[in-house]
């Protein structure tokens, strides 16, 4: 039988070494910004895709005890968009995603990180999913009927979360190798 070469195995010793370093907090905490990460993604993508009322040609009847007259109405649009960064329904939520994100609690269950996004406004789903309506109702806030039945949803958050799903792998795998290489490059600096 053929003699066997010697094999070095001071790389992988270092390599061992090196990994060990990483402390288990040190793991959860990136594991915890990865899933923030995407949940940061998730919400742009999501709030990008919220549809926003429209009350520019909408009036308000005003009443000053002697006269009756329509004025513009000071309705604004977009709660179901502010809602995506707010605790309630009524509040008005941050427009910085990233502080939003910061402030959420990430579950840790299993092998998995669990974020948990939601839209607490009443009629978010609706507009998620669709709804029914009834034609021919004459809705005064609009001054018109109802044509149709049924109201297609916008699948805002369907759509997000699917395309998220296809773009995480190479956004983990982006921040694991950054994470790898400042562990290997600060073992080098210690040397």
Known sequence: MAGMGSVDLKELRELQTKLNRISQSDAEKFCESCAKEIAARLLRKVI????VGDYSDTYDLEDDSEN???VMSSRKGGTLRR???SSSGSDGGTSNVEDFVSGLEIRNTGNAYEVEIINPVEYASYVEYGHRQTPGRYVPAIGKKLKSGWV????MMTVSVQELQNAAPKIIEKKVQKFLEGVFNDDNRDS
């Not at 297609?152 to 699948?155: A, C, I, K, L, S």
Request: net charge positive; hydrophobic share 30%.
């Open 68 to 70: 009756k007259f329509l």
């Open 83 to 85: 809602g995506w960064t």
């Open 152 to 155: 297609e949803g916008r699948f």
């Open 48 to 51: 990008k895709r919220t549809p």
